[in-house]
């Protein structure tokens, strides 16, 4: 996300952290990512505007690219009856998610595509937490 990766140019922990906690050899990074990534949608704020028609536009400009980028990365995948996983990692991010990629392009219904911060990822990956923190065939 912008204020993590251009701004404070922080790239590599965040995906050194979810290279240890998926399924090995499960980690995908998108196209463009890192400096070159696309906007979620909902930085400087976007993600909690709603009034007059800004989400109708959010929705479908602002979160355009960023659908076109998570879908170029599961390409050979996108039967939905394999599960796929996007970490939005900041609250912007996950409301752009929720809004703009899960409702708006209903990336779970079409696709099987979830999203979680990567805080939720690291809690469930957790060995000494008996159940899980998400429980993903739950509607979040």
Known sequence: PCNMVRLMGIVSPQRNIL????APG???EMPNAGVK???CGGGSGFAIMNTSN???WRDSVATRMKARQ???AFDDCLDPAIPKYYCAPCSNCK???RD???EHYGFKEKYN???SGLVELMVNAMVDIPDPFISWEDEF
């Open 113 to 115: 595509i979830m999203y």
């Open 70 to 72: 998570i879908l170029e």
């Open 95 to 97: 409301g752009a998610a």
């Open 100 to 102: 703009g990629l899960m």
């Open 37 to 39: 990534n696309y906007c």
């Open 26 to 28: 499960q980690f995908r």
């Open 19 to 22: 290279r240890h906690i998926v």
């Open 54 to 56: 800004f989400p109708e």
